[in-house]
């Protein structure tokens, strides 16, 4: 059997002391859940869109079609980089104003922070109202893009769509792909057609 020393002893109980104060301050950070990206720009967009005045930001799919907006080439770069630019500026504004999570705070308190701070900065009115125009966008397309399921934004708005509606074999990459090929010329072939 090992001989345990006054020194050994010492460092065992002041140790164990430490790690016993120290246990709830690790459950407490420990529990903190980070705000995702998704909750972030949800919790934003429902203050353009609130509860109550339409179908819910989840229900037209707004973070989906943001998303395939973000993604899709075709869809104006310009935009869809200022968009990325202010949700990064929008980041870095919750951090000065010491904010950890945006979606954690209530509604109320959501709305009056975008109400001080809209006045002041011109790229977040810019800003939001891209998002108010990528939430319209999700009202209005088709559920087959994954969005506006169960068409809540066309019954909310009365809207009668159109005929045919997409399937598989005409959506809109599969449309874009085929006016891709059809439109590919090259300064060789324009000079092979004169």
Known sequence: MKKLTRRKFGLSVVSTGFFIALSPVVQIA?????????????SIAEVLFPP??????????????????????????????????????????????????????????????????INDNKWLQSWLS????????????DPYYGVNQHQTGWKWTHHHYGVPRPDDTADYLKLLAIKKKTEVFTLENVKELL
């Open 130 to 141: 891209r998002l108010q125009t990528v939430i319209a966008e999700a009202c209005f397309l």
């Open 52 to 117: 109550g005045f339409g179908p819910s930001i989840k229900e037209i799919g707004f973070y989906n079609h943001l998303q395939f907006t973000l993604k899709d080439k075709n869809y104006d770069p310009d935009i869809r980089q200022a968009i990325r630019n202010g949700l990064s500026g929008f980041k870095k504004l919750l951090q000065q104003n010491d904010i950890p999570s945006f979606s954690g705070l209530s509604l109320a308190e959501r709305e009056k922070f975008i109400e001080e701070k």
């Open 30 to 42: 420990c529990s903190r859940k980070t705000e995702t990206e998704q909750e972030l720009l949800e």
